[in-house]
């Protein structure tokens, strides 16, 4: 039998390194060598790119601003106004059955178009705590076939040995001041529908799930729920289960569908019955209109106007650069990918 020859040996060797080594099969995707648009930041380009966001951004900023202000807001925090001067403790007042009825006035000071949403603000309320974020089922509130199913609802899971539905602390907290308005002796009439996500609506609650047993517990977080309801009609529990990022926030109550005109006085009256007072919380009731762009809010315009100011800033001050000491650039023919595959 004849040895092999030497040439043999060499390429089972090469073939067995190449299977060991971990080194990638060679693509251009994988050494970054695929075609790419790669800008020369030359003086004028910059220049220029700094004065197209200059002029793109300032005038989105000056519209946003408009709209802005264009809203009109009546804001009024009731919550220290609505408890007896005779009370000191005004926690005690707020969990008694002793009739909370308040009485506010409102002055329009700019016309306000229909419609007019009507919001409730909270403030130090930290809806976004993560136990009570986590404390709901969703299972529960989309079908009816697993309303025995509280798991993750522990505190308010169940009361006198029943199923709470809907469970968790989120709707048990459910906000339950009240509000009526008058204007000139005639009411105003406050539209409740349609104020929540339709998907929340048609996704999130069940038609055919309705509440049971619940605030029947020892201890009551908030409002009632009608059982003879489902909750996917029950639009305040949905917009309250929407949980809120920040500890100040708003939510719709309603919306008035009439023009209110310049120096109306709207009579509200409210039932001051949530208790914000445990926790050194605020309440407020806010009538608002929206824009294009949707509620009063001046920091998008002011964003916008400070980045499209920055950038002007930065373009005047390169020209000047560039004009007072300019600076020879190389020939851009060096850079590697203006080379070719030889390196020439």
């Not at 089922?137 to 697993?146: S, T, Y």
């Not at 025995?148 to 459910?174: F, R, Y």
């Not at 000047?320 to 023919?333: A, N, T």
């Amino acid at each position: 039998m004849a040895p092999p020859t030497l040439g043999a040996e060499g390429s089972n060797d090469s073939t067995a390194n190449r299977r060991q080594t971990k080194r990638p099969k060679y693509s251009k995707f994988t050494q970054q060598e695929l075609p790419a648009c790669k800008p020369i930041l030359t003086p004028r380009a910059v220049i220029s790119a700094f004065l197209i966001v200059t002029v793109v951004f300032i005038p989105i900023g000056v519209a946003s601003l408009l709209a802005s202000r264009d809203v009109v807001e009546l804001a009024d925090r009731y919550d220290l106004q609505c408890i007896p001067a005779n009370v000191t403790d005004k926690v005690a007042y707020i969990q008694s059955s002793a009739d909370k009825t308040c009485t506010r006035e409102l002055r329009v000071e700019k016309r306000m178009k229909s419609p007019i949403y009507v919001y409730y603000q909270l403030d130090n309320f930290y809806q976004n705590h993560r136990r009570y974020v986590k404390s709901r089922n969703d299972e529960q509130l989309r079908d009816a076939g697993k309303a025995n199913t509280t798991s993750g609802c522990d505190p308010e899971d169940n009361a006198n040995g029943m199923p709470i539905v809907p469970c968790g602390l989120i709707a048990w907290s459910l906000f339950n001041d009240t509000y009526s308005f008058s204007r000139s002796e005639s009411n105003l009439t406050v539209n409740k529908t349609g104020i929540s996500w339709k998907s929340d609506r048609e996704h999130k609650f069940g038609k055919d799930v309705f509440p049971k047993n619940f605030q029947k517990g020892s201890i009551i977080g908030g409002a009632h729920l009608d059982e003879n309801i489902p909750l996917s009609d029950q639009e305040d529990l949905i917009v309250w289960m929407r949980t809120a990022a920040l500890p100040t926030f708003r939510k719709l109550y309603g919306k008035i569908e009439v023009d209110l005109e310049k120096g109306d006085v709207i009579h509200v009256t409210l039932k001051n019955r949530y208790n914000t007072y445990s926790f050194n919380g605020e309440k407020k009731l806010v009538l608002s209109t929206a824009s294009w762009l949707g509620g009063k809010n001046d920091f998008l315009g002011f964003a916008y106007l400070c980045v499209g100011g920055l950038s002007f800033f930065l373009a005047m001050a390169f020209t000047i650069v560039y004009f007072v000491k300019p600076r020879q650039l190389g020939d851009p023919s060096y850079l590697s990918w203006n080379r070719n595959a030889g390196g020439q």
